[in-house]
């Protein structure tokens, strides 16, 4: 069983995860994150924009699945130590 202070200061980890993914959600609703560069074969040249979707896509997936981590440790369902002896 965790005691009070671990308990606080996973709730707090909670938070900031929870406030990192809903930034990270934002932005990917935004669609801000907009690289652009200019491609030249020497017969012409243009200019083009991409966005970075992937990378933040990952990070939300991270974020998620950390939360969903210290809500089971919260909760009791995280590892526990445990001592194996040979006999």
Known sequence: MLNPT???????RIARYEALLDAAEEQLLSLTEVEDFKIDTGEGSQRTKFRKMEDLR???RSYEI?????YQRLNGAGLSNITLRRK
């Open 66 to 70: 950390m939360i969903d981590h210290l």
């Open 6 to 12: 671990a308990k606080t200061k996973i709730k707090a």
């Open 58 to 60: 990952k990070s939300i």
